[in-house]
């Protein structure tokens, strides 16, 4: 009796981490026009962008979320972080390609178009959309309130969600991992980008992430703030997380 009851246990977890990675919790983040951009050379100059409604995802995609994927489309997990993999925790040391797979199978596995943000959509639910109160980071002044950095991280991710969250009930999106963007990165392209729904250069080399992450610095976590680490298209640093068109 006990060793069914554990089979009954152990398949009920399993269902239950499937069910929550292919239907991942979204928050509707309405249309609007905001001032994109900072005072850092790649963030200027400082421009008004508008943005149709759009859904994103609560959370940062969790480790369990990522392995559901890896087992379902016959993958290997990326090499674990110096900690380990923890199925709370956002997931971490993939690279773009990898992210962008993940909403494939997200997308197909739901029949809805799951995809990853675009850097404008991302910065604009970053700032708290039409209810931004005009905070330097995700939520707040004070980044130790909303997100995981260098001096409060303790060294590794933190589980999800254990911040406050910003305006819009969006949670660790200062701190914590790097969250890959669907734009190439150019440090000029602000200077030239469309008014209405930008989605990055046409061509590039690497890609854009935001957020900033648990091993970086308060000033990398700001919600201006874009990366892009210099590195190769191959770069392993990000994390991830959805959305979804909102019609």
């Keep these: ?43 200027k ?21 990522f392995k559901a994927f890896c087992k379902a ?33 997200l ?8 995809r990853l943000p675009t850097e404008a959509e991302w910065e604009y639910a970053a700032r708290g959309g039409k209810k931004s109160k005009g905070y330097t980071y995700a939520g707040s002044n004070d980044l130790d309130e909303v997100g995981w950095s260098y001096h409060t991280a303790g060294g590794q991710t933190q589980a999800s969600g254990r911040k406050k969250p910003n305006e819009l009930g969006l949670y660790d999106m200062s701190g914590n991992v790097w969250e890959w ?21 046409a061509s590039g080399t690497v890609h854009v992430l935001r957020g900033g992450s648990w091993s970086y610095l308060a000033t990398d976590c700001r919600v201006a703030n874009r990366n892009h680490f ?18």
């Excluded at 016959?74 to 090499?79: F, L, Q, S, T, V």
């Excluded at 972080?81 to 971490?92: A, I, L, R, T, Y």
Aim: hydrophobic fraction near 30%; include cysteine.
């Design 230 to 247: 210099f590195r190769t298209p191959d770069y392993r640093g990000g994390g991830l997380r959805v959305v979804l068109q909102s019609k």
């Design 107 to 114: 997308s197909e596995s739901t029949g809805k178009n799951y």
């Design 181 to 201: 963007c669907s734009d190439w990165y150019d440090a000029t392209y602000y200077g030239s980008s469309p008014s209405t729904n930008p989605k990055g250069p």
């Design 73 to 105: 489309s016959g993958r290997d997990m990326p090499a674990a972080p110096s900690w380990g993999w923890n199925d709370q925790h956002p997931m971490v040391n993939i690279n773009f390609d990898e992210a962008n797979a993940y909403c494939i199978w």
């Design 45 to 65: 100059p400082d421009h008004t962008v508008t943005i149709s409604s759009f859904k994103m995802g609560k959370y940062e995609v969790t480790v369990g979320e």
């Design 1 to 43: 009796m006990k060793r069914i009851i554990f089979l009954v246990f152990t398949i009920s977890i399993a269902l239950a981490i499937q069910t929550m990675a292919q239907n991942p919790a979204m928050k509707k983040v309405k249309g609007g026009s905001f001032t994109m951009g900072g005072t850092e050379y790649y963030e």
